[in-house]
């Protein structure tokens, strides 16, 4: 399976905001295909963005997370020409990763 | 068409070549990243995202269950989701000592929808996007020096969102 994930950062001031989407379908295990077989649970667990080495913020999702997720947050201390690293497992223990540099 | 052509060493080699380069091209890309890890696993709160009642989530997640309804914390959140699969939350806060945040949705499966930790220097103002299986009351929590502070907003769901 192809894990995209898009992440854009801007930096106004001394904030950066982030903003990513990520490419994943985030099945809850409540819904029926449509032969009526429960679609099993797949979804993002922990998710994690990184900036210089340090961690700025970690997500921990549930399967009341959106298909495709969005998320969007700011921090202070990132600088233009850095980069961002943003990183995902889920439970069924695939993960991707990705980076890109503060605008 | 009498004699056997001798295409077997060749196309072994073909795909032997073949096999080299997709390696290779797959190499790349995993060099360019390693120096990001895959979050680890293990730090997956799995009991708080199990819950279907408030306070058991609240206390797996946060390890307290008292919450305290505050101005302080700030919830957008759109009085009717017509798609309940795609339903915008975003919440903000202007408390002191903030080290962690969650969105719950009472009448979902599950009470907890999404938690986050934040580390000092980034804003409590977090947008995402959560499922919704029918109308509810999500509660935006915000942990400030070890105390929950919440703010709560009903939103309407025409259409149920577990999927």
């Known amino acids: 399976m192809v894990h995209q994930i898009l992440v854009h950062a801007t930096t106004t001031g001394d904030t950066t905001t982030v903003e990513a989407l990520i490419k994943h379908p985030m099945d809850s295990g409540f819904v029926r295909d449509k032969s009526g077989r429960i679609i099993p649970p797949h979804y993002i667990e922990v998710i994690e963005f990184t900036c210089q080495g340090k961690t700025v913020l970690t997500g921990y999702w549930g399967p009341a997370v959106s298909k495709n997720p969005f998320i969007k947050f700011s921090f202070k201390g990132g600088k233009p020409g850095q980069p961002i690293g943003i990183a995902w497992v889920d439970n069924k223990g695939e993960s991707a990763v990705s980076t890109a540099k503060i605008v | 068409m009498g004699q056997p052509i001798p295409t077997g060493p060749k196309r072994r ?9 997709a390696a290779a091209g797959i190499a790349l890309p ?4 390693a120096e990001i890890a895959p979050p680890a696993v293990s730090s997956y709160p799995a009991k708080a995202f199990r819950q279907t009642e408030k306070d058991p989530a609240l206390q797996a997640m946060f390890g307290t269950a008292t919450l305290t309804d505050t101005a302080d914390v700030r919830m957008e959140a759109p009085d009717i989701a017509e798609n309940g699969a795609v339903v915008p939350v975003t919440f903000d806060a202007n408390l002191p000592g903030i080290t962690a945040a969650g969105v719950l949705a009472l009448d979902n499966p599950f009470i907890l929808a999404c938690a986050y930790k934040i580390p000092p220097g980034t804003s409590p103002a977090i947008s995402s996007r959560i499922k919704l299986a029918k109308t509810t009351q999500v509660i935006s929590v915000i942990q400030s020096n070890g105390k929950l502070m919440s703010t709560a907003k009903q939103v309407k769901v025409t259409l149920g969102g577990c999927g």
């Open chain 2, 30 to 33: 995993s060099l360019a990243s």
């Open chain 2, 13 to 21: 080699d073909v795909l032997r070549a073949v096999a080299a380069g």
